[in-house]
């Protein structure tokens, strides 16, 4: 994908190259190298920030919120094995406070698709903040925003994403039933 950018680029291509770098910056993601993803994610922002492009606009802080969480649970497993213990494995141990950055990356991905009417971006954004619910113990947050979302579709069903959101939802439902936790 680097040598593919770098030869769009070389022909002065400057149109979608927010785009360009969040899927960029989600396969540094799926690599490992999440400080690179990190680093292309914020420049994607500043390119939205500068140009006034939008499209994408909304992937971009989720893919952030998704790096961000990863490095979170990367650097709590290597602190766990650099100090020969046992690692913590209570739902709250993995994930940032409800109040942190990964959870602000989400909802603004979800505020940002609501303003511009992607509800298949909206869907993404409400997925990745469903699954850090879930992983906080929030399992009645996450399958109510995952639920209502969900049942605004009423085609697609056979799209990775609404599949995804299928299958959170039938494991977001079966926590609940078994610890009897129930949304207000």
């Known amino acids: 994908m680097q040598q593919g950018w770098a030869a769009c680029r070389a ?10 770098l969040a899927l960029l910056a989600e396969a540094y993601g799926q690599s490992g190298q999440i400080d ?6 914020a420049e ?10 939008r499209f ?3 992937e971009v802080p989720r893919i952030k919120g998704e790096l961000l969480l990863t490095q979170k649970i990367k650097r709590q497993k290597s602190k766990g094995k ?3 213990s046992k690692i913590e494995t209570a739902p709250r141990s993995l994930t940032p406070d409800p109040q ?3 959870e602000a990356c989400f909802r603004k991905a979800i505020e940002i698709a609501q303003r511009q009417q992607a509800k298949s971006l909206e869907l993404r954004a409400v997925m990745s903040l469903a699954r850090l619910w879930q992983r906080q113990g929030k399992t009645a947050e996450a399958r109510q925003q995952l639920a209502e979302m969900y049942g605004w579709f009423t085609e697609g069903f056979d799209t990775k994403d609404l599949q995804e959101a ?3 939802l039938t494991v977001l ?5 078994k610890t009897g936790e129930v949304a207000e």
Request: avoid cysteine; proline fraction near 2%; charged fraction near 25%.
């Open 11 to 20: 022909t002065g291509v400057e149109v979608y190259r927010p785009y360009f």
């Open 36 to 41: 690179n993803g990190l680093a292309t994610a």
């Open 44 to 53: 994607a922002l500043d390119l939205v920030n500068t140009t006034g492009e």
């Open 56 to 58: 994408y606009e909304a």
């Open 82 to 84: 650099s100090q020969n």
């Open 100 to 102: 942190g950055e990964t």
């Open 166 to 168: 299928r299958t959170l």
């Open 173 to 177: 439902v079966g926590r609940e039933e």
